[in-house]
C-alpha cells in the first residue's frame, strides 16, 4: 500500500509551485479562482499517488469528494465556526466562501486526471 513514487512525486511538487505562482502573481477573475481550484484536485491526487499505491479512480473520486466537502463545509462558515481564521494560511487553504463554480473546477480536474490515467 505505502509506496514512494518518484514521478507523482514531481508531479506534486510543481503543481505546488504553480499554485503558489498563481496564489502570489495572478489576481484575475478566471485562472486564479478556476484554474487553481481545477489544479488543486490534481495536485492533491498526485501527492496521495506519490506515497499510496492505490488504484486511480478511487484516489481521484475520494478527492472530489474531499474537495466538494470542503466546499460544502463553506457553506456553513466552519473556517469562522471553529476559530481559525487567525491562522491565515489554514482560513486561505480551507476557504470561506461557497461557490458552485468551485464544485465544477473539482469535477474539471477529476475528470482530466481520470483521462490522463486511463488514456490508451
Known sequence: MFIFNQKYFYFTVALFLIEV???VFVND???????????VVILIYCF????FNIHS???????FAFSCTIEILQYFNFVNN???QKYKILAVALGS???WKD???YAIGTITVLWLENRT
Open 103 to 105: 464544485i465544477i473546477a
Open 21 to 23: 505562482c498563481i496564489a
Open 29 to 39: 477573475s478566471f485562472i486564479r479562482p478556476f484554474i487553481g481550484d481545477v489544479l
Open 48 to 51: 496521495v499517488r506519490a506515497f
Open 97 to 99: 466562501v461557497f461557490d
Open 82 to 84: 471553529l476559530g481559525l
Open 57 to 63: 479512480s478511487i484516489v481521484a473520486l475520494s478527492v
